[in-house]
């Protein structure tokens, strides 16, 4: 296993450094559905190693062996399931041109940061090479593999826009932050679009709170915090085994959606 990725305590009045961490799950597996259309096999998904009852806690995230054979069946799978020419938006056929015009608008999307020329030449180096060997398809499936594979996408990356322990984060890296803790997915092109054409924090949170999914965020970390899963099988204040109930669980999700509306 890798070394532990705990930050070191933070200091009386400053902000605690955030470890690097990998997708979880539940974030993984939307983040495969939204680029390319595809849902990975549960079984394929690296499993959380949870401390606590957090599914975010990126300090238990530790990448070995196994987790990385995991990444490299998803990677494969997806690649074998993606429809080449729908998710390239090529019409009939894949080329080489249109698969240019694909990385030019999506790459930047698909790996969550700011892309260069470069970038999009690297990844149609990849689509050459398959291509070459197997035809066309082939070496879009080839793309799809890389950017699974690639550190951009399994892992959460924040640099910040500037120097010092405290620094701001990249317009980037805040909607993936916000869109990862409300959708519990990645940011779509939407709202990757408009935090790197500078629209203020403000709108961004108010962006991602006023998307539908933020439904689903704020129950599972409501979910987590009160501990709802013990509370269904006992009775908090006495232990009694009788459960919290479907309609108190429910009308607790319906106070917290109103509480951040």
Do not use: M
């Not at 080839?142 to 550190?151: D, G, K, Q, T």
């Amino acid at each position: 296993a890798s070394p532990s990725t705990s930050p070191p305590p933070a200091a009386p009045g400053r902000p605690a450094a955030l470890p690097v961490r990998r997708l979880n799950r539940v974030e993984l597996a939307a983040a495969v559905q939204g680029a390319f259309g595809v849902f990975p096999r549960a079984s394929a998904i690296p499993t959380d190693a949870l401390s606590g009852r957090f599914d975010r806690d990126g300090r238990h995230f530790d990448v070995d062996a196994t987790v990385a054979a995991s990444y490299l069946d998803v990677a494969v799978e997806t690649a074998r399931a993606v429809k080449p020419a729908t998710v390239a938006g090529c019409g009939a056929a894949v080329t080489r041109a249109c698969v240019r015009s694909y990385l030019e608008a999506k790459l930047s999307v698909l790996l969550r940061r700011p892309t260069v020329a470069a970038d999009v030449e690297s990844y149609l180096t990849t689509f050459d090479r398959g291509a070459a060997r197997a035809g066309a398809d082939e070496g879009f499936r080839e793309i799809v593999a890389r950017v699974v594979l690639s550190p951009d996408f399994l892992y959460v990356l924040e640099p910040a826009n500037g120097t010092g322990d405290e620094a701001p984060l990249t317009p980037h890296a805040l909607a993936t932050r916000l869109a990862l803790a409300l959708w519990r997915a990645p940011p779509d092109a939407a709202l990757f679009a408009k935090a790197v054409g500078g629209a203020a924090h403000d709108d961004l949170v108010a962006t991602v709170l006023g998307d539908p999914r933020a439904a689903a965020g704020l129950r599972a970390f409501h979910a987590q915090w009160l501990d709802l899963a013990a509370a269904r099988k006992a009775d908090l204040r006495t232990g009694a085994t009788k459960g919290l109930g479907a309609a108190r669980e429910q009308s607790l999700h319906k106070w917290v959606e109103r509480a951040y509306a």
